[in-house]
C-alpha cells in the first residue's frame, strides 16, 4: 500500500497522502448555511488522514444553481463565514480542503414543495434528449453564470482554500453544455463537435483562472455517464477523448477528476485503461481516479438495494504503480467510516466496514 501513501505536491497543493474524499451532496445545510456539525463531519475525516478533501456541491451566485434549500452555497457573507469555519476545522487536523462549485442546470428539484426563485438555467432546456424543461440560457445568462463560478473561486483563494473544482459531471449544467443530447444552441456554445461543446466551459476555466492567479490549482470533475442516462459516452473513441481534454487544459484545467461507476473499467476496447487512464496519457496532466474504492458494487446498484461490502485494493494499487493515475478519491468508503484511510494504511483491513446506505441519513 505504500505508493498510495506517498505525498504529493503541485502548486500550491500539498499532501500527506494520495487519497481524496470525493464531493458527496449531504442536505445538511439549513437555508445554504453549513453548519458546525457539518465542519466537524469534514474535521473527522481530515482526522483520519485524508489527504484532500473536496466539499460536497456547493451553489454558486445564481437564483436556480441549486434544487434543494439545505445544500450549501459558497456565496454570501454568512455562507462564507461558515465555509471559513470548515476550512479551519481541516486545517486543524492536519487535511487540505478544496470546495466544489456546483451549478445544477436543468435537473429537477429534490423536494416536492419547494422550487428556486427563477427558472431553471441550461443551455437548451432539455433535462435529457427530447425531454423540454425549460428555456435555453440567454447569451447574457450565460456570461453571469461564468462570472459567478470565477467569483466563487476567487472567494475560495481568499478564504484560504487549497484548491477549487468545478463540476462538470453527472448531467449538471457544464455537463449539459458538453452533453449533444441537452445542447443544441446554435450560437458559439453550440456545435456538432465535442470541443465545440467544451467552449462554455473553457470559457469559465479562462475566466477562472484569471480570478485566482497562475498558482491556484483548479481541478474539474467531468465523466462520460450521466445521471438522465448512464451509458452515454460524450467520447467514444481516444481521439475524441483527447481533444475534449486538452480543449478543458488549454483553458486552465491543472487536474482532471474522472468519474467512473468502477474504477477498474476499462474505457475503450482494445485496452484496460480505465477512464482517468486514457485521460492522464492523452492529457498529460495530474488525474483523479474514483468509482466504488473499496467496495464490490457502485452507488447505482446500492440505491436498487445490493449490497456493497468490503472490496480488496490490489486492483487499485495495481493500476496506481503503473501510473494510471495520481490521485484516488473515496465516497462511500468514506461516508461510512471517517477513519477508512487511517485503518487502510495501518493494514487494519479486517475493520473496515460494508457500506450501510442508512449513513447517507447521518453525519457520521
Known amino acids: 500500500m505504500d505508493i498510495l501513501f506517498q505525498p504529493f505536491a503541485f502548486k500550491g497543493l500539498q499532501l500527506r497522502n494520495r487519497f481524496v474524499m470525493a464531493p458527496l451532496t449531504r442536505s445538511f445545510s439549513p437555508g445554504g448555511v453549513v453548519t458546525a456539525q457539518v465542519a466537524a463531519y469534514y474535521r473527522r475525516r ?27 452555497r459558497f456565496h454570501g457573507e454568512r455562507e462564507l463565514a461558515a465555509w471559513k469555519r470548515v476550512l479551519d476545522e481541516v486545517h486543524a487536523a492536519g487535511g487540505a480542503v478544496a470546495p466544489q462549485l456546483w451549478h445544477v442546470g436543468a435537473v429537477h428539484n429534490r423536494s416536492s414543495n419547494w422550487a428556486p426563485a427563477t427558472p431553471y438555467e441550461s443551455p437548451s432546456g432539455l433535462t ?3 425531454r423540454k424543461f425549460d428555456e435555453g440560457m440567454s447569451e447574457e445568462q450565460v456570461a453571469d453564470v461564468i462570472e459567478a463560478f470565477a ?10 482554500f487549497e484548491a477549487v473544482e468545478l463540476h462538470g459531471a453527472h448531467g449538471y449544467l457544464i455537463d449539459q453544455f458538453f452533453w449533444d443530447g441537452t445542447n443544441e444552441r446554435s450560437d458559439r456554445y453550440g456545435s456538432p463537435t465535442l470541443p465545440g461543446r467544451a467552449r462554455f466551459t473553457a470559457d469559465m476555466l479562462r475566466a477562472v483562472r484569471v480570478a485566482v492567479g497562475p498558482d491556484f490549482p483548479i481541478i474539474i470533475r467531468i465523466s462520460q455517464w450521466k445521471q438522465q442516462d448512464y451509458q452515454v459516452k460524450l467520447a467514444t473513441t481516444p481521439d475524441e477523448l483527447e481533444a475534449w481534454v486538452t480543449t478543458l487544459t488549454d483553458a486552465g484545467a491543472d487536474i482532471i477528476h474522472c468519474s467512473q461507476r468502477r474504477f477498474w473499467e476499462p474505457e475503450f476496447n482494445g485496452s484496460d485503461l480505465s477512464f482517468a487512464g486514457w485521460v492522464k496519457k492523452l492529457a498529460g496532466v495530474p488525474v483523479i481516479t474514483v468509482g466504488s474504492v473499496g467496495l464490490t458494487n457502485d452507488f447505482i ?8 461490502k468490503v472490496a480488496s485494493l490490489d486492483e487499485l494499487v495495481r493500476r496506481m504503480e503503473r501510473d494510471e493515475f495520481d490521485l484516488v478519491a473515496v465516497g462511500r468508503a468514506l461516508l461510512q467510516d471517517p477513519h477508512w484511510v487511517r485503518k487502510v494504511r495501518e493494514g487494519r483491513t479486517g475493520e473496515l466496514q460494508d457500506f450501510d446506505r442508512a449513513a447517507l441519513a447521518t453525519l457520521t
Not at 467569483?151 to 484560504?160: M, R
Open 151 to 160: 467569483q466563487a473561486s476567487a472567494y475560495a483563494k481568499a478564504l484560504g
Open 46 to 72: 481530515a482526522e483520519g488522514e485524508v489527504g484532500l478533501i473536496i466539499s460536497e456541491g456547493t451553489g454558486v451566485a445564481r437564483p436556480a444553481a441549486l434544487n434543494d434549500p439545505n445544500v450549501p
Open 128 to 130: 435529457r434528449p427530447g
Open 301 to 308: 446498484s446500492g440505491g436498487s438495494g445490493e449490497a456493497a
